[in-house]
């Protein structure tokens, strides 16, 4: 680490530019400090040149990439001001210096200079001492590294490897020593995967031949449930008087409480009948809520699909154009997209839109239906196993009612005797649960999925056939 810090000191040599100076030179790898009055905002003209970043309100530190030339412009308070940059290649005296620092102690291994390039040759007997050799891999890219491997190091690195790969994630993929070269091969789940395996092996600090490919995708079995819970208050108090009394009089006392509300269902009303075909009453009325099971779906979709599900219907619209008549059809019922995204891990991304809607005339224009539409779209992660819920999705609509009798239920006060209110409340909330797994074409769940369709197809069937009892 020593040796690392000293390296890391001669490569970030930082100068301070005078205001007065129109370029900044810099080497590859070095930074120097750019300082004005005031800088609110830097752009760099190619960042594959030079890398520009703000220390302060007053400073800019500038980094060399590559050799070559950008521009570099200041935006401040005294307006804008335009910096030529550019970018010599790296002092390989002093990169020779650097290396031969990184890798003292490595007996085996020699610095050779060819063409203004930098060689490494040699052999190295140990694991240590090849991961010493990786580190100048990683420090200095324009290194050409040409030390070879004792064998028994080169079986030593591919044992590490794919240990390595297995700690990751890497189930599928082994690590194989064939001469000088190390070979990957195997499967795995994605192209993402893919990369990210490209980016670690790098780390190796030997010659490696990638030759994994993307395996089958994963099936993911979506479980879906779309409820519906309501909650309907319907309050009703006050006199309620007949207009006409028929009968013989007698007074009956009655009470019923209805849970669901329903035209057979009783309403909760204390009613007292005076008889006749004209009860006169007097009473409280609420309901309570429930909830119902809109749609169940059930999808499987590999990873990285679309999977989709509409459980519904369309309403035709009339388009009147200077062409003639179109006719669009709107689709409304309970929707569902999702798009599962698998790792190696077992981790399921999913974007989910889910969206529940239908017809309503009073949103109507000009004889066009309108739409009430209660959506949502997100995207979660899960474990395969785990149920999401996604909810607060409401819809409130409240109405008041006044009944009154003729000419006396509107007299101050005493009017309150002859007349009724009702109010009437509707609450409901859309709960979505969604319940990803990860399957395979002969696991159990879909095996009982192909298995339930089987049976109710023969039972359909058996029950369309002629039968002595129907």
Known sequence: MGNL????????????????ANSV??????????????????????????????LSTRELLVTGVSP???????????????????????????????????????????????????????????????????????????????????????????????????????????ASLVGPTLFLEGTVPSVDDQTKLSELVKTAGVA???????????????ECQFVEVRKNRNDLLGVRLP???????????????GLLPSSSADSGELRFDLGGESPFSFGLQFNNGYGRLLAQPRLLASSGQQANFLAGGEVPIIKRTLQGVDVE???FGVRLGVLPQTDRLGNINMDITAEVSAPDAALAVDN????????????????????????????????????????????????????????????????????????????????????DAQRMYERSGQEVRFNIWD
Request: aromatic letters at 4%; hydrophobic letters at 40%.
């Open 243 to 257: 207009l006409q009394i028929t009968g013989k009089g007698q007074m009956n006392l009655s009470r019923g409480w």
């Open 329 to 331: 059809y709107k689709e």
């Open 368 to 451: 066009i239906p309108g739409f009430r539409t209660r959506r949502v779209q997100t995207n979660v992660n899960a474990i395969g196993g785990e149920t999401i819920v996604l909810s607060g999705i409401y819809n409130n609509d409240e109405q008041k009612n006044v009944s009154k009798f003729p000419g006396l239920g509107h007299i101050p006060i005493v009017g309150e005797l002859f007349k009724s209110r009702a109010w009437l409340e509707k609450k409901s909330e859309l709960v979505i649960l969604l319940t990803p797994r990860l399957v395979g074409p002969g696991s159990k769940r879909v095996r009982r999925l192909i298995d």
């Open 25 to 54: 030179r810099v080497a590859v790898g070095q930074q120097r400090v750019v300082t004005r009055a005031s800088i609110t905002k830097a752009a760099i003209g190619d960042d594959k040149v030079a890398d520009v970043r703000a």
């Open 208 to 222: 490696v031949e990638n030759l994994v490919k993307v395996g089958n995708r994963r099936m993911v079995l979506i």
């Open 68 to 174: 070559g030339r950008t521009s570099l412009t200041i935006f401040g308070s005294g307006g804008t001001e335009q910096l030529s940059v550019i970018v010599a290649a790296m002092d390989e005296q002093v990169t020779e210096r650097e290396v031969s620092r990184v890798i003292r102690g490595l007996r085996g291994v020699r610095i050779k200079q060819v063409g203004g390039r930098l060689i490494l040759e040699g052999k190295v007997n140990s694991v240590k001492e090849h991961r010493r050799l990786s580190l100048v891999r990683e420090l200095f890219p324009s290194v050409i590294n040409m030390v070879v491997l004792a064998p028994e190091v080169r079986t030593q690195v591919a044992d590490a490897l794919t240990s390595r790969l297995r700690q990751a994630g890497y189930t599928g993929v082994e």
């Open 5 to 20: 810090s000293v390296w890391a000191a001669a490569a970030a040599v930082m100068l301070s530019l005078p205001a007065q």
